[in-house]
């Protein structure tokens, strides 16, 4: 075989492989958007986590402005310590509520943001003091089957 | 009585050495292999017309099949999903199964048998016909001038085919779900970008492929350098190759993934 031809076909497969590779990142990865730029993190203190894993979502309003980094146990309080991190292109008020929900009913877990008023803005490594913990599917069944026991009690 | 034990026990161990001999012999030939390869990067176009033989030659049989395994995943994943009202998740199901095992997985076991093959074919009949004997001959050493291209090329074509695969994968998905079902194409995008991780999974899919590469051209050198110089001998070494570098892609693909996607 010629030498230029061979160097057509070789250069040509190299290029496809590697556009490939590309839209796997690009297409598929999310690896443009999801790099995000800086972030700065935050400390919230949760009773329960219920399912939240490493690198779930931080959600406002909805649109994902993070990711979960870290999840540790607090063994002073007996609280597990979540990690947030955060894009650095959003600021949050001080008194900023964080609350783990669900998306959907057996969805994955994430952390969700609802802003306050303060006109003070969080700094990096502060700790987010309001905070509720994950809804547990189990508990709520429990409370619901003791106030109905409770509620036939009443009745006789 | 005791003559017969010993003779048994003979029997056993002959197996096992002979194997375990053979086994070094294989590591000894890697670690020549690495040894010589710096004068055939010297002489990159033995690479590149080994590239050819190997990569290019098996862009038909990756693409096609790569096309054909996302659409049946589409219709499966599809089939499976929508029984619990999560047919949106097909983009990710069909993405992460992809990326992380199939794509580097089926197309290491098409390599294997379209390209390792032929390598061992192509090794062992020229070492039937004399010719390494005559490179030796001729103060030219075989394994830098005809084992090390031929195991470098399979080691970079290797991972460009994968990632083809799957790329084709997910467009084959994409043509199911989206253009023959009606998903919605934005959440059927949308997810997969949501879900699939670059370094926790598409990386991890090339690092694999890699490391197939390496195993598939490896035994594929190995065995037609080792095969006997007869026909029937390179004929054996042929089937030898392709059932030992499916067996051994199989066996690496199980390590990889518990060291790989352990946990969360």
Known sequence: ?156 | MLERLASMLRGLGRPVVDHLWRLGYATRFFALILLYSGTSFRRLFLIFREIYSSGVRSLIIILVSGLFVGMVLGLQGYDTLQRFGASDALGVMVALSLVRELGPVVAGLLFASRAGSAITAEIGLMKATEQLSAMEMMAVNPIARVVAPRFWAGVISMPLLAALFSAMGVFGGYLVGVKMIGLDEGAFWSQMQASVDFREDIFNGIIKSAVFGVIVTWIAVFEGYDAKPTAEGVSGATTRTVVTSSLAILAADFVLTALMFRGS
Not at chain 1, 47 to 72: M, T
């Open chain 1, 1 to 156: 075989m010629n030498r230029l031809t061979l160097d057509l076909w070789v250069g040509l497969f190299v290029a496809i492989g590697f556009a490939a590779i590309l839209f796997l990142a690009l297409k598929v990865g999310n690896l443009g958007a999801a790099s995000v730029s800086e972030t700065y993190v935050l400390n919230a203190k949760f009773d329960n986590i219920g399912g939240l894993k490493v690198r779930a979502p931080i959600k406002s309003a909805g649109v994902s402005v993070g990711r979960v980094k870290e999840i540790k146990f607090d063994p002073q309080s007996y609280q597990a310590v979540v990690v947030l991190a955060i894009d650095g292109r959003y600021k949050f008020p001080r008194d900023t509520f964080a609350n783990i929900r669900t998306s959907g009913l057996l969805g994955e877990q994430y952390v969700g943001l609802s802003v306050g008023g303060d006109p003070e803005m969080f700094k990096s490594g502060d700790s987010v003091k309001k905070t509720e913990s994950a809804m547990v599917l189990e508990d709520l069944i429990g409370q619901f089957i003791f106030s109905k026991a409770a509620e036939g009690n009443t009745k006789k």
